[in-house]
């Protein structure tokens, strides 16, 4: 079984410019999870997505969005890039929005941005 | 605000022998945590959990213990292997909340 896949592995982009991040679930699973992971630190919560809609959202500027598709994949978005911006940004799933209650989130293996 | 830390920020253990790898949460509504294991190069994944109505709970080589008094989470892994090391996180959540809070978490090198 395919586990959660993210695209792209890495992305180089400029200050001002616009990144687009990419996530797959796992079958079946039909929530997703954003986290942002800057080097050496911990995982920041970005978006939780469940059926479609965005349930909560972490403690980040309007310039993180994105949105989840019918087929439960999922899109980050993040505009006017900055310099402290580059992360790791990781994306899981789990089964409907189980993972504070019963479950655990299966991450991918994230999608390096740099921000030059 | 929510807080979830790490006491060590790095752990070196001679393979073979046990490690301990402590946090700390500042959340008291807190009732379910987990410990995620993060190898290098790849996304967290997860090792054990517990809920806020018991205080240990032991998987194969891993034991995890919750005290609530003190707020204060422990992993503890048996017969430490190469494969051990890691970068290993604690994460707390509020039911309800489905947002887990992480830690910094604890680089651990097992020493062959």
């Known amino acids: 079984e395919a586990g959660v896949t993210q695209s792209p592995t890495h992305l180089i982009k400029t200050r001002g410019q616009q990144a687009t991040l990419r996530c797959s679930p796992i079958s079946g699973h039909t929530s997703v999870y954003w986290y942002q992971q800057a080097l050496g630190l911990g995982l920041q919560f970005l978006l939780w997505?469940?059926?479609?809609?965005?349930?909560n959202r972490g403690n980040f500027p309007p310039r993180f969005s994105g949105r989840q598709f019918p087929n439960y994949s999922s899109e980050l978005n993040v505009n006017a890039l900055e310099l402290e911006d580059s992360a790791l940004y990781l994306c899981?799933?789990?089964?409907?929005?189980?993972?504070?209650?019963?479950?655990?989130?299966?991450f991918g293996e994230g999608s390096r941005l740099t921000v030059l | 605000g929510e807080s979830v830390g790490l006491h060590l920020p790095t752990l070196s253990v001679q393979e073979g022998d046990n490690s301990i790898i402590n946090c700390a949460y500042s959340?008291?509504?807190?009732?379910?945590f987990i410990w995620y294991k993060q190898e290098s190069g790849k996304g967290p994944q997860f090792i054990i959990d517990i809920r806020s109505n018991m205080d240990k709970r032991q998987g194969q080589r891993v034991t995890v213990l919750l005290n609530k008094t003190v707020k204060h989470l422990s992993l503890q892994i048996a017969a430490t292997q190469p494969g051990d090391s890691a970068v290993y996180f604690c994460?707390?959540?509020?039911?309800?909340?489905?947002?887990?809070?992480f830690g910094t978490g604890t680089r651990l090198t097992i020493i062959p």
């Open positions: 959340n008291s509504a807190s009732d379910y």
């Open positions: 997505y469940d059926e479609g809609e965005e349930r």
């Open positions: 994460a707390e959540n509020m039911s309800g909340n489905e947002k887990l809070t």
């Open positions: 899981a799933s789990s089964l409907a929005g189980t993972s504070g209650a019963s479950g655990e989130l299966f």
